[in-house]
């Protein structure tokens, strides 16, 4: 199947559009629920290879509109969950017509509390659950396991370290994140792919309502059908897929970011949101005293980290393309322009300018690290590999001397794996059981 999605037709909706806020259990200790499968037991209307079986016929149905954007209503309590005041810094912001508007930061930190609001508030003990068994119809299993298989295959693919490192998580985990990894991965193929330049804003208006129909259980092809398992099995919420469909409508109009708090928006949709996705999947360790939203800051923050060092990777590749994902407040006030970017002069100024923006990245990962240690201890080892192994990267910007106009920064086989081993060692720290800023008080 073809990554790019070339025919953006969705399956009607027969029922409520879900609100997105599927927590039937705790994330805390990554257990999962056993719901009824929703497509499994409408077997006559799943999708596959592109047909909607139905009595044999092949329907299509077409939408164009979108539900209100509202992801950014704040809160209305400053509140952490265990009830104690939080503040932010520089939440306010002065723009140029001199009024004052919400930064980027905390715009997005509001989409942070709500995922650990939303868990806090489903939080219910198990004996409280209505918990129903899978409901299987014959034939469907094979098909569900395939779809798995499939999303596996892709994954292993297009991400052969990310992949080495799913395998170091338990079955249903791994499966979980494969099928979340390739709906990102199609996701940034309709405005990264080769048929991008044929993607409108209307093509990602359909591209959400097919998401929301995988959030209702009601999948269009294979690889949806996998995710549409996964949030039904874990308490994945749709927010954050929600919003890096929004980071790819950013791709279509927008090539330059003045200053980093526009960056930083675009990061959290493009690549944080990506961490908010895995940490329900992931799991809490139920020993861990951080607060649930500390967790999911720190997941965030590992997105953030990941997209900064892609941005300082692909600098050369994306002023090829035309772009430039760089402050450019910042490239000003060390004496650069785009034009030095599009020339790819290695300068003692390029050289200034990227170690404090390597150094900015790196302190995202080290704010993410602390955050792994709270982790269930079965996903602490995979997701050290991945953010030690990508913090290598910047390592090898800094070796290839800053140039990274026409070499680009990649981390060896054997550096790969001497970073197994320090990634074990470094998850078998537990959680601190002691008072920490990530912890509760």
């Given amino acids: ?20 806020t599927g927590f039937l259990d705790s994330v805390r200790d990554g257990n999962r629920v056993f719901v009824s499968s ?35 209503a704040c809160l209305g309590g400053s509140r952490t969950e265990n009830g104690s005041t939080f503040s932010v810094q520089s939440s306010l912001v002065a723009s140029p017509a001199g009024e004052m508007t919400v930064s980027s930061e905390k715009k997005v930190y509001d989409v942070v509390l709500k995922q650990a609001a939303l868990v806090k508030r489903q939080l219910r003990s198990t004996d409280d659950l209505e918990v129903k068994p899978d409901i299987v119809v014959p034939g469907n299993l094979g098909l569900l396991s395939e779809a798995y298989d499939r999303c596996g295959e892709v994954c292993a693919e297009y991400a052969k370290t990310f992949y080495l490192g799913t395998k170091l998580m338990t079955p249903e985990r791994r499966r979980a994140i494969w099928a979340i990894y390739v ?24 591209w959400e309502t097919r998401l929301e129909d995988i959030f209702s259980g009601r999948p269009f092809d294979m690889l949806d059908a996998a995710l549409s398992d996964t949030v039904s099995r874990f308490p994945v919420d749709i927010q954050p897929f929600r919003d890096m469909i929004e980071g790819m409508r950013m791709d279509l109009w927008k090539s330059r970011y003045k200053t980093f708090d526009e960056l930083y928006l675009y990061c959290y949709y493009v690549a944080g949101t ?71 002069r290695v300068t003692d100024k390029w050289r200034n300018f990227m170690k404090k923006q390597i150094q900015r990245a790196r302190k995202f990962f080290d704010e993410s690290e602390k955050g792994v240690t709270e982790l269930d201890s079965a996903s602490r080892w995979p997701v050290l590999t991945a953010l030690l192994l990508y913090r290598k ?32 060692a470094k998850s078998l720290v537990p959680p601190n059981r002691t008072s920490s800023p990530l912890a509760k008080t």
């Fill in 1 to 20: 199947m073809s990554m790019s999605v070339a025919l953006l037709w969705i399956v009607s909706p027969n029922s409520e559009v879900s609100n997105g």
């Fill in 183 to 206: 709906w990102c991965r199609r996701t940034d193929e309709l405005v990264d792919g080769p048929n991008a330049s044929h993607i409108t804003p209307q093509a990602l208006d359909r």
């Fill in 38 to 72: 929703r497509f499994l037991a409408r077997g006559r209307n799943l999708m596959w290879n592109g047909r909607i079986k139905k009595g044999g016929r092949r329907q299509r149905w077409n939408f164009g509109s979108l539900i209100a954007d509202s992801r950014y």
């Fill in 274 to 344: 990506v961490g908010l996705m895995s940490v329900p999947v992931m799991g809490i360790a139920p020993e861990s005293k951080a607060t649930t939203e500390s967790v999911y800051n720190a997941a965030l923050a590992l997105g953030l980290a990941n997209q900064l060092t892609n941005i300082l990777r692909d600098v050369g590749e994306d002023a090829r393309r035309g772009r430039v994902y760089l402050p450019q407040d910042e490239l000003a006030q060390a004496g650069l322009s785009d034009e030095d970017i599009f020339a790819g």
């Fill in 393 to 424: 990267i910047l390592d090898e910007i800094e070796a290839n001397d800053y140039n990274n106009f026409t070499r680009r920064a990649y981390v060896s086989k054997p550096k790969k794996l001497l970073t197994l081993p320090i990634a074990y």
